[in-house]
């Protein structure tokens, strides 16, 4: 937004990572006339960080803040997004009794549909011992709920904002007689019909807040950054034109880094991308080349749409620290310039993860 009050020269464009963040810049996408890539978007990050890495993290620290068991426990799940999903099915698969409250019909069929108790918010409330927001809203919990909560629940918020969970309000409840830090990331309210309730890390993503928060795993994140990347490295090369403001990340980049991310763990089952000889193109790619085809010939001009694989083609190993070759990817349009102008700029480290020289 500063850019668009007073542009300066030599931007060649940028990637988004948030949700929130896209929402602020798709209303300026026909303004801004540089490629924007909204990581987030990515199915990618959406499955294996906000799902599989939130969902085990989230559980990861809720058995280590409070050391309790969560087999038998029923546990209720507000929202059913990306997040939400794995937070409900990581709880389960931990032999919880798991319900989801989502707002969402459809959404709550889903959750129906994937086996999960999906009860009104005041029932689910009354049966919690322990309650997760995942939500993204503001105040899904709030005082109005203490006398719903069963004496000795847990809440526990992991959704961006301290406020999924309304703890000020929480706290300054008539009810609530008498409130302290009974652990390290535990505050225990204590109320006046004699019920107790625990609140983690005071209402911040548990995963990420209260003692020695770990939050996602390594290799999600090394997705994450992996998916910036390339963005980064294909807006560098003058590859995307205007058109690409506040899009998705290209397809092509999804399939480059899936392929890179399941050669790395052996997994991929074809061959390997990493080393391949120049002017073949990775595994899973529908890359013409995958299939012993010319390249597509490119029309002139810029391109102002989305990119698919069709428009890539492999480049030679980039500049790669302490591992064998990893390729890539960029439309042909700039494959000429890329080793010269950007390629040199990257390392590509053996986890994935890049980082600029
Ligand atoms: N803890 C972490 O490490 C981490 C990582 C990524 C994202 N997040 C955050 O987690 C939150 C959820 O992310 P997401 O990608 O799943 O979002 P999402 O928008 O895909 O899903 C949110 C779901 O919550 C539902 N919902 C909204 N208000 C509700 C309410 N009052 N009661 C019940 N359901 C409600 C929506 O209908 C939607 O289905 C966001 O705030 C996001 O920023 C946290």
Redesign the pocket.
């Known amino acids: 937004m500063r850019y668009l009050a007073g542009p300066y020269p030599g931007l060649l464009g940028g990637t988004e990572e ?3 963040g896209r929402m602020r810049l798709r209303p300026l996408a026909a303004r801004l006339g540089v490629p924007v890539l909204v990581i ?1 978007d990515s199915p990618i990050k ?1 499955f294996a ?3 599989h ?2 969902g085990q ?2 559980l990861e620290s809720y058995l280590r803040i409070t050391n309790r068991m969560t087999n038998g426990r029923q546990v209720a799940v ?8 794995g937070v409900a099915a990581n709880f389960r698969n931990a032999c919880a009794s798991v319900a989801v ?4 019909p459809v ?1 709550r069929l889903e959750a129906s549909l994937d086996g999960f108790a999906v009860p009104g ?1 005041e029932e689910a409330l009354r049966t919690a011992d322990v309650v997760i ?5 503001e ?2 919990i709030t005082g109005e709920d203490l006398g719903l909560l069963k004496d000795g629940a847990v809440l526990l918020n ?4 301290p406020r ?1 969970i309304a703890v000020d309000e929480l706290a300054s409840a008539p009810a609530v007689v008498q409130r302290h830090e009974a652990a390290d990331g535990i505050e225990t309210f204590r109320l006046d019909d004699g019920r107790s309730f625990h609140l983690l890390t005071r209402g911040h ?4 807040a209260g003692p020695r928060p770990l ?2 795993s390594i290799e999600s994140m090394d997705l994450g950054f992996a998916l910036q990347a390339r963005c980064l490295e294909a807006v560098a090369a003058g590859s995307l034109g205007g058109g690409h403001a506040v899009v998705p990340v290209p397809k092509f980049i999804d399939e480059l880094v899936a392929t890179s991310f399941l050669d790395l763990c052996g997994r991929s089952g074809t061959t390997a991308s990493a080393g391949m000889a120049p002017g073949s193109t990775a595994p899973g790619s529908t890359a013409p080349g995958a299939r012993g085809q010319r390249p597509a010939r490119r029309r002139r001009g810029r391109p102002t749409g989305p990119v698919d694989s069709r428009t890539t083609r492999a480049l030679g190993s980039t500049t790669l620290r302490g591992t064998r070759p990893v390729r890539m990817y960029v439309p042909s349009r700039a494959a000429a310039s890329v080793p010269s102008r950007v390629a040199n700029r990257f390392t590509v480290l053996r986890a994935g993860a890049v980082s600029s020289e």
């Open positions: 948030t949700t929130s987030n959406q960080e906000n799902r890495a939130v993290s989230v507000f929202g059913y997004g990306a997040c939400g999903k409250v989502e707002i969402d959404t918010r927001t995942v939500t993204g809203a105040a899904v992991a959704g961006h904002f999924e993503m548990a995963n990420l939050g996602n």
